[in-house]
């Protein structure tokens, strides 16, 4: 059986190259085609460059028979911006389709352990070409009107185990096939981790929140090894919608993919015996919003955990709680905010904490960098021996913290959750590790002020 990256003699040169020219070709001969908004790109995919040129003649007589010598200014101007969006999604799909000449070994493993596991066909890695991401550019110009149609098919669920922790198997609402050799097991808890806009579930923030609950181990027990934990974890990817640049439509359509959460995870109760106390959902910006939408969606019962992590504020800061997450969607709802822009200043849920005042991030000098760094501070919540910890804490109408030392320390993030209630401050380091655990009272701040840190 051939394995990945090998080449037999009689094949001159690597797939990817072959493909990446006959889609040069392609973008040749709309290059010289007249009348470019009668094509569409789905149907130019696999023909060729014969095909495209003789099917497309009878359309270019007509289209210029009917114009005035001059033409019309704005056939003309929609002409050329389809034209552009054609060659540029052609072009797109010549990164996405041919593979990075070196590729990484966490790649690689992928890669073969999805070719001798046909039910694995999902992995998190990016692969990069030429330093550019295909996948999600190759979204973002496929969904520029992501919003028609039916939402069904816009979120997808991958679920991953300790088995086969670096390539999912996709769960398909309603096939019961499907399920049953899925490798779902009811009797281990489940994770679900939703991405926000202009995000998908390939990147590092998602595949680290998905390796560290698959690394979790147990103490063993008189003197016996620890024992890993398995979890289902289930990564939600609605990259379909969210990489659309318009966040007002994006953040329209968090009912909608709450409503595919909420039903998946009543499939999976009705088909699969899975107790609803057992899952906890993990929402980045507007996938806290989807989360807390799904947890409404399933009353009368409850998720056990929603954590936020720095929840979607703009268009959700003025609304009632019926439309936002709040403490009603799970029996404990924490939330992480890093940042005042782009998430909320005010509580949410029945716990909220502030990593460094909640305002701008040590040593975030991008703007959303604050907002991200939510991700970095759960996901070492879960593997930290040290844990960030820190006291109550009120926000004045001044803006300064009145923190309440006497009260106690508490935990923010982790597994198993802790439920707790009020609003509390905790701080970081400004470098990973983060987590600063009891030592936060006596450990000095950075050497570097971060005065110039982005405002958010």
């Known amino acids: 059986m051939r394995r990945f990256g090998d080449r037999s003699e009689s094949e001159p040169e690597p797939e990817r190259f072959v493909s990446c020219a006959r889609t040069i070709e392609q973008v040749r001969a709309l290059i010289g085609l007249v009348g470019g908004e009668h094509l569409n790109w789905w149907s130019v995919r696999g023909r060729s460059v014969d095909q495209i040129r003789s099917e497309s003649e009878p359309e270019q007589r007509t289209h210029t028979s009917s114009q005035t010598p001059r033409g019309d200014l704005q056939t003309v101007m929609i002409s050329q911006l389809n034209l552009i969006t054609i060659v540029g999604a052609v072009a797109l799909s010549a990164l996405a389709s041919a593979s990075p000449t070196s590729t990484s070994t966490e790649a690689t493993a992928t890669q073969l352990s999805m070719e001798l596991s046909p039910q694995c066909n999902y992995t998190l890695i990016k692969t990069k070409t030429l330093g550019v991401d295909p996948s999600f550019w190759k979204k973002f110009f496929t969904h520029l009107i992501p919003f028609a149609g039916s939402s069904r098919s816009k979120m997808q669920f991958i679920l991953f185990k300790r088995d086969f922790a670096d390539c999912g198997r996709e769960l398909l609402i309603d096939n019961k096939e499907n399920l049953k050799n899925s490798g779902f097991d009811a009797r281990h808890p489940t994770r679900i981790v939703i ?65 595919l959460l909420a039903d998946l995870v009543r499939y999976l109760h009705l088909n699969a015996d899975l107790h609803y106390d057992d899952v906890y959902v993990i929402g980045h910006s507007l996938g806290a919003q989807i989360a807390g939408s799904a947890g409404k969606q399933i009353q009368p019962f409850r998720f056990n955990t929603i954590y936020a992590l ?19 969607d799970a029996t404990y709802v924490e939330s992480i905010q890093t940042s ?44 930290s021996p040290a844990g960030f910890w820190g006291p109550r804490a009120e926000r004045q109408a001044n803006g300064t913290w009145i923190l309440f030392l006497s009260d106690g320390e508490f935990r923010m993030g982790g597994e198993p959750s802790v439920p707790k209630n009020g609003t509390f401050y905790v701080k970081t380091y400004a470098k990973p590790p983060y987590a600063m655990g009891h030592r936060w009272q006596t450990e000095p701040d950075p050497e570097e002020d971060d005065e110039n840190s982005t405002d958010e």
């Open 195 to 259: 991405h926000g806009w202009m995000s998908q579930s390939k990147g590092s923030h998602i595949r680290k929140v998905k390796n560290a609950y698959l690394s979790l181990t147990q103490p063993g027990l008189n003197g016996e090894p620890p024992r890993y934990e398995d979890f289902n974890v289930i990564v939600c990817d609605w990259s379909k919608i969210s990489t659309n640049v318009n966040y007002f439509g994006v953040a329209n359509m968090v009912e909608d993919m709450g409503f």
């Open 310 to 328: 720095d929840p979607a504020g703009p268009k959700f800061r003025d609304q009632t709680d019926e439309y936002r997450i709040d403490a009603s």
């Open 340 to 383: 005042v822009s782009l998430g909320f200043e005010q509580p949410v849920g029945h716990a909220t904490f502030y990593p460094n005042y909640g305002k701008n991030q040590k040593k975030c000098y991008v703007y959303g960098c604050s907002h991200k760094r939510a991700h970095n501070y759960f996901m070492e919540s879960l593997i």
